[in-house]
């Protein structure tokens, strides 16, 4: 369907919501096992908005590179399904939301090895798996995706910090031993999780995920042509709004209503399917992972803007 | 947003459906606990598709009365969250995804008595229990409630049906009495129940259905003035898509891409956002309780629509 | 084997047990959902020993009659061996350690409605659903059960306090009707639970306790002939070390050695196989609901007699 | 208490037990992922009684070396309680019966690191660590304290077994990092994996088995001094029966009523405290991974000779 949006004038929206937004004291949490985070200071907030039409918005700490983490997941996703092809991707992992804890194993016992969706981390891992078919380095391949993307040099792998947040990968090598006891993982379980982390470890800013982004509002379109049919980013946009979140895709849903996918770095990236992609950041999180003034940020944007796909 | 469809005519649309994805044999199961659904032929299909600006349009067994059954979950939250608003509503039960099985006890007794969703058996005996704060009769109020909306006498309660299958409702009562023992519910565990059932016994066409469904699609304006705010409108239709299909959201929204709930009738209610309502009904189902044969028509009205609204 | 007791003389010692053991203030908690038990004054404490050659050893507040609650659940289960045989019985119920607490639903419905032991709740409303075969009176049964094996009409259903507890079985009415959804009980779940409730409300003192479960630690012989098998015997006391003390069978095996049953009363029934029956009761409870006093003063009993099995 | 055996003459009796219980064709299942194990002929049968009063008795296949598998963690377990002692040992893992598979992670996740019990894998890791605090061989640590306890230069660890194990290990690392990643775990899950691994392939014979396992019987005397206090040892025996058997410990508390460990390997090692230890061993399990011939050898061992402890 055509889509014309009745919006406000977006530079003073922004501007605004950073005002809103922009914490003025410190509250919420920081992950313990990646000390690079808890060393950002609390009242980070930037905002970037990356049109179809071309154009990019930005306000608050929009430049300022942070560590993407699992918003990575959705890059890894679309590469995967580039390279490896729908039938080969799910055949290994479902669509369906959780019900539990992002890292959790229950579900993988119970269901015997198939993860039951990309992004929580036994399907991101998974999907690494997949990328390693083609190159021992897939962090790199990925880095590659979303300088081209991004149009510029900007990301890069934080390699400090992935080494340190490497050494505290214990529940992550754990879910890969399993995924492998299960028969779900070919390469090692030690290298898939070295490149999950390298992946987690990139940095970029809020303009340039934002940008990256694009191709899934354009239906499918990347910086230099197609990157997934519009089928399929329409598809990556329904696992988006349905498993996106943690375990908070549902309210994330309720409130905002658009496909979004966050990290613990306090990062958001959102799709407005036909119109523009939206990378929020602040680094404190809620009690499920997901940045506390970048949801709130979304949520009162969502309400002002009416873009919610419902 | 403003909308302009670019879809095909309606009409020749709705009858190739029909033509393509009436069952032409046996295949699916109905549900052993419910008699009168196992006596309803394997080759019934129909259609409705009822728009915001008073069309309507159907094809195949539109006009044939069958078992609402769960689709009555979207309706009776409606009249919850206009009758008790949101914050009485939302603090019993929560609007995530379940990850497990409708008629599941596990998620309950972990989450200590709070449903993870209204439209899971336990969420939807919640619910009931709200309506019946205002009239022991519930499923009676539902009764007018659909008889409004949808423009007509044809919506009546199969009470046979509704008392065959009260005596088979073990594990609706095991739901209702572990919600009391949580302190969860205000009313009897079995005049909770039983209202339940006779909610789920009420029988509509497709066309009834469509037009039943249509105030969601209309950012809560009902056949007689406002049922819902636009906002509570949207929000109901986040929790269908991301919960509103059992444990096969995820991939109906993948599929599909728009908010649906299903019923073990065979009804399928989906919205599209500023457009219109659909019913699709077919009465055998897939594993995981949805109908087989609706479920594909809805993949391929959507792919032929780009309705999706992702 | 014959065995041939080393143990100290039995008075002084059950007196110093009394001594060291009943409680000087109040801690440990009181079962909210039956208002009788926590009306007991905190301090009581009792303790009989029942010999296989006759004698009987008390000392404190052995013949104060208290609430039997779950011990009600060794025997309702030897009943029902002695009626129904054991391929009967043990074709509804499973005989292993649960790993979960006594009311939890999620076992059964990983296990598809089939109780892991006879000492659960849901295991002992399966075995409750045998005796009513020959009574709807179960419990009077249970009564006259006792009465016969205590030797004296001491024992009796306090109806008052079962009335209440009715009125507060919101978990038992969803573990039945749960059951009776997976086809494992024949009578209705409310009378069912009524029988259960009424069995656990029997009003029993220390003294009359040790004499009823003799049977137990005499090979099957019971007050007035055979109750069972000195097979069945044996292995119901198999069941109690395995699974008799909730979710601390293990710690009471560890600490104790012997077959033993508790119930939310305060009371515990230990077999000493071959030499004698203990009861000791005091109120208050420890987090996974066993007597707090009457495990301790069971695990030094232990200790100073040599009495663990192992 | 002191025993006075009414038992049969155990020469005719084991070669009877022999004779009744070798397997006369295959059936039973062995454990796919260590390949060493399949090749061992289904009808071996072997056992051993090593009483306290220095007796050794034989059967059968009793002088064939065997892969003792879990059976390896009753004697870690000793070990760790004698070198690091038992406050130390019981704060990283519980006492309880699991309720669910011996390798799932689902009750890990659960109860946050801590093992249910020693004899579940990730108790046994757990404890495996605790020898490594010592030395980082605990595998030949182990192999060292059976020989002396055995009695001779028999025991031995089937190196090349071990290399194939290791490397279908997955599971195991899962668990350990899993530990890990809770805090239960010093040396690194890789070594920790290494070590169990090779403690598992230690291979003896039913005769080594029963002997090295006489401290048991013997109130924690061995074969050249004290091993464990007396309690200790005992209470060794209450974790064998409560949780020696995988998820059928109650099953075989009910028919044999003696503390026993099985391993995947097929042998049965059981204590008859105050008299004797037994082992037996054949190859092929049942469903729960205990041996099947093992098991009904010592159900009917124990029916006739009257040495359940119940």
């Known amino acids: 369907?055509?889509?014309?949006?009745?919006?406000?004038?977006?530079?003073?929206?922004?501007?605004?919501?950073?005002?809103?937004?922009?914490?003025q004291r410190?509250?919420?949490?920081?992950?313990?096992?990646?000390?690079?985070?808890?060393?950002v200071p609390f009242n980070r907030f930037g905002?970037?908005?990356a049109t179809v039409s071309g154009e990019v918005f930005t306000s608050g700490d929009a430049y300022v590179p942070f560590s993407i983490q699992s918003i990575s997941k959705v890059f890894t996703l679309a590469m995967a399904l580039q390279r490896e092809g729908p039938v080969s991707v799910w055949s290994r992992v479902l669509r369906e939301p959780s019900g539990t804890a992002f890292n959790s194993l229950v579900q993988l016992e119970v269901e015997h090895g198939i993860p039951r969706n990309p992004f929580i981390?036994?399907?991101?891992?998974?999907?690494?798996?997949?990328?390693m078919k083609e190159t021992q380095d897939a962090a790199s391949a990925l880095l590659r995706f979303l300088t081209e993307e991004a149009g510029g040099p900007g990301p890069f792998i934080d390699e400090a910090a992935a080494l340190t947040e490497l050494s505290n990968s214990s529940r992550n090598l754990a879910l890969a031993h399993f995924l492998k006891d299960f028969g779900n993982l070919r390469q090692s379980a030690e290298s898939v999780v070295e490149n999950y982390v390298r992946q987690?470890?990139?940095?970029?800013?809020?303009?340039?995920?934002?940008?990256?982004?694009?191709?899934l509002a354009r239906g499918g379109i990347g910086a230099s042509g197609t990157v997934l049919s519009r089928s399929e980013a329409k598809r990556i946009g329904s696992i988006m709004l349905t498993c996106?979140?943690?375990?908070?895709?549902?309210?994330?849903?309720?409130?905002?209503?658009?496909?979004?996918?966050?990290?613990?770095?306090?990062?958001?990236?959102?799709?407005?399917?036909?119109?523009?992609?939206?990378?929020v950041w602040s680094p404190r999180l809620d009690a499920k992972?997901?940045?506390?003034?970048?949801?709130?940020?979304?949520?009162?944007?969502s309400d002002r803007t009416g873009w919610s796909v419902f």
Chains 1, 2, 3, 4 share one sequence.
């Open 1 to 23: 369907m055509t889509t014309t949006l009745d919006a406000p004038p977006l530079d003073p929206l922004l501007d605004d919501i950073v005002r809103t937004h922009r914490p």
């Open 289 to 301: 992972g997901n940045s506390l003034a970048g949801s709130a940020a979304l949520a009162d944007l």
């Open 200 to 215: 987690c470890s990139i940095m970029m800013t809020c303009e340039e995920v934002a940008k990256a982004a694009l191709f």
């Open 47 to 49: 905002i970037a908005v």
């Open 244 to 279: 996106g979140m943690y375990d908070a895709a549902g309210e994330f849903a309720y409130r905002v209503g658009l496909p979004g996918k966050s990290g613990v770095g306090g990062g958001i990236v959102v799709i407005v399917p036909g119109h523009c992609a939206i990378c």
């Open 26 to 39: 410190e509250s919420g949490t920081v992950p313990t096992h990646i000390p690079s985070l808890a060393a």
């Open 121 to 131: 981390n036994a399907g991101a891992l998974v999907v690494t798996d997949h990328l």
